[in-house]
């Protein structure tokens, strides 16, 4: 959704023009236009229409499309249900005259209406409002802000919807963010119209939310400003309980120094002191590595993360081994720390050492490492937990957990708390596998773009991409050379076979000193073991050392369809990989894909899987090392697969010109001619002559039907 708090937005009220349409998604989901209501037909048309208007005026690709209505499960047929979906909600549209409303943009669609037009983006806008007034010091006008606000509110967001993924997130931020409003309306009104009216109110919203401290320490307030101390002690010992109960620690800083402000009996102390709602410090070491290189090629993804850290408590960076997560972790925190009254701090959980048997025991090892990180005292025999949580309490800060894949659970459970219990606490996660938290919002963090060296072949053209970019930094760092202009092309073949990884592009650069560029280029075949560097982490020495630490993440079933992958050349479909592993293919390939194993990429009306090139070499390996016959046995169903392709659509002397079946197998030429390499290459009497034969008929019909194209 356009940011409300832009400055182009500030000067615009929701209500500066009559809308076109007006969205309503805070309740029932309404949609109307200038003919009347727009009759939208089940859930799934429901939340389409959600889903595009928590993004209004955005392009929203097809593949969050189908997150948000699927969630990590979709069903095969997701693509075609879509776009069935899209064409009834146009009709619907079409008929309260709301045409080309919801309009195709690229690889996705956006829904063209003006952002006031959707109640939420109107409650975000009033809530900006309120806080600069609230910054000129202006109780009464703020309160007025936040109520026009609220009452926007019918019910629970999306209540009639079905949303997953981001959207679930952008649901939980809309929540959070009514709650914290609605704090802040009861704290304006406390200082402008008096705190008669709101006991009432905030004793239902203290048993509605019962961990929520401001709301306790609002209403502690309001009864001691109308002359009932007694009563406001009593709920600062019923918050005590509540707190203890749940969470088993003791109120934060803020509510008991209003406790010993009723205590004393100073009103004076007890208002502005909840209404202003003053930054609280924390008692931590704030403080975050500090980069000796420059972070590259990566500006794109720092803006996106910033920005969304300003709507979401809870982002995950993922990615492959090596991709850079740390180093783009590091780089928003700086870049936001002082966005934070507490700063930003920082946790790498690395050196745990895994598997740990018990769930318990692993959140206590992970809350303990964060402990020591942020510098807070433990009493002995404390619980690290109960400490983390008291220590942040009452802190604004952002803390950034890095590693988090190995101890996944215990970070699940950790930061679940955390962010229940410290509601100005943000976390930035980086693993390779997400940690499935409600509210949490993913953020992918792909390889650097690479060079075609068959396109790209002067240095200036190769220059131009980040991952050259990369490598030519680090070369100059440790030589003071740049790169040649004959070495154009064996750059941009480094960076096509280190698949844009700045671990490898980094470890690549290493060596340069002693290598020329294309005898760096000749030793990729071994770039599992060339590439090392002893000054790193124990988990990041080498590509191979990153690769193990992936590969030991995974389930038994996981690391055996791994290896069977191995064997495909370009990618691969479901289909083709059912071929290998056809027990729960869609269950253990998932799997991989969750834990950045395995790239997924959209495919005409489907989706196609490939590993990346370091990866695959690392599988190939593991493969090519097992005894028990396991090599043969996916090559052979690998060709097996293939020639039932061909087969398949072999054509007849009378068939007409096939361009779609050419097209199709083309996407398959470099699995086609692994296949027709490795049934030729067998030595065993009974290689059926069917796979030679059937593959390079196709190779021939293929050749002929491209020339008579070209005729």
Not at 149 to 161: I, K, S, T
Not at 194 to 214: K, N, S, W
Request: hydrophobic share 45%.
């Amino acid at each position: 959704m356009t940011d409300p708090t832009s400055d182009s937005m500030r000067a615009r009220s929701p209500a500066s023009r009559p809308p076109r349409a007006v969205v309503r998604l805070l309740g029932l989901l309404e949609v109307l236009g200038p003919a009347g209501r727009v009759h939208l037909v089940g859930v799934r048309q429901r939340t389409l229409v959600a889903l595009l208007a928590l993004r209004v005026g955005e392009i929203v690709t097809y593949e969050r499309l189908v997150d948000g209505l699927w969630g990590e499960d979709p069903p095969v047929t997701a693509m075609a249900s879509l776009r069935s979906h899209v064409a009834r909600v146009r009709r619907a549209l079409a008929d309260a005259d709301l045409p080309e409303v919801l309009a195709t943009r690229g690889r996705g669609y956006s829904l063209d209406l003006d952002p006031g037009s959707v109640d939420a983006w109107r409650f975000e806008w009033h809530v900006s409002a309120a806080r600069r007034e609230s910054a000129r010091e202006e109780p009464a006008r703020v309160a007025e802000e936040l109520s026009r606000g609220l009452d926007l509110w019918r019910a629970d967001v999306l209540v009639d919807c079905q949303v997953w993924g981001w959207a679930d997130g952008e649901a939980a931020r809309l929540r959070e963010l009514r709650l914290s409003a609605t704090e802040d309306r009861w704290a304006a009104g406390l200082r402008s119209a008096g705190p008669v009216e709101a006991i009432g109110e905030l004793e239902r919203l203290v048993g509605a939310h019962p961990l929520r401290e401001r709301l306790w320490e609002l209403l502690m307030a309001a009864l001691h400003l109308t002359g009932r101390p007694g009563e406001a002690l009593a709920v600062y010992q019923r918050a005590r309980a509540v707190l203890a109960a749940a969470l088993g620690v003791e109120p934060g800083t803020a509510m008991r120094r209003l406790h010993a402000a009723i205590l004393a009996d100073n009103a004076k102390d007890v208002g502005p002191q909840v209404a202003l709602d003053v930054p609280r410090r924390p008692h931590v070491a704030s403080g975050l590595p500090v980069p000796l290189t420059e972070l590259i090629g990566r500006d794109s993804e720092l803006d996106a993360v910033i920005a969304l850290l300003r709507s979401h408590r809870l982002i995950t960076l993922t990615g492959a081994g090596g991709c850079g997560k740390t180093r783009l972790g590091i780089a928003v925190a700086s870049h936001v720390a002082g966005d934070f009254a507490d700063g930003a701090c920082f946790a790498d959980l690395s050196p745990i050492e895994a598997p740990i048997e018990s769930p318990i025991e692993e959140s206590h090892m992970v809350a303990a490492t964060v402990v020591a990180s942020l510098g807070l005292r433990v009493r002995p025999g404390s619980d690290p937990e109960r400490t983390l949580i008291a220590g942040l309490r009452d802190c604004e800060l952002l803390l950034v957990l890095d590693n988090c894949e190995h101890v996944r659970d215990g970070c699940r459970s950790l930061v679940r708390r955390l962010l229940s219990a410290c509601p100005r606490v943000r976390v930035l996660a980086t693993t390779r596998i997400r940690l499935a938290v409600p509210g949490e919002l993913v953020r992918h963090v792909p390889p650097l773009p690479v060079p075609d060296p068959c396109r790209h072949g002067t240095l200036a053209e190769v220059m131009a991409f980040p991952s050259a970019q990369l490598f030519q930094a680090r070369v100059w760092e440790r030589t003071g050379a740049r790169i040649a202009e004959a070495d154009a092309r064996a750059l941009a073949r480094v960076c096509v076979e280190l698949d844009g990884l700045p671990l490898a592009l980094e470890l690549a650069a290493a060596t340069k000193p002693m290598l020329t560029m294309s005898e760096i280029a000749d030793r990729l075949g071994d770039r599992l073991h060339v590439f090392s560097d002893r000054a790193t982490m124990p988990s990041h020495r080498s590509l191979n050392a990153t690769l193990d630490w992936s590969y030991e993440l995974l389930s038994a079933s996981e690391q055996a369809l791994l290896r069977r992958l191995a064997v495909f050349a370009g990618g691969f479909t479901l289909d083709a990989a059912q071929a290998l592993w056809p027990e729960e293919t869609l269950t253990v390939l998932g799997a991989l894909v969750d834990k950045s194993v395995v790239m997924t990429e959209q495919y005409g009306s489907g989706s196609r899987y490939r590993l990346l090139e370091t990866v695959r070499a690392y599988a190939a390996e593991r493969l090519a090392r097992t005894v028990s016959g396991e090599e043969a046995e996916a090559r052979d169903a690998h060709a097996e697969y293939f020639l039932r392709l061909v087969r398949a659509g072999d054509r007849r002397e009378d068939d007409p010109e096939d361009q779609d079946r050419f097209d199709r197998l083309a996407g398959e030429h470099d699995n086609l001619r692994a296949a027709m390499s490795w049934v030729s290459a067998r030595q065993s009497g009974d290689t059926d002559p069917r796979f030679v034969l059937a593959l390079r008929r196709y190779f021939d019909q293929r050749d002929h039907h491209q020339g008579t194209r070209g005729a």
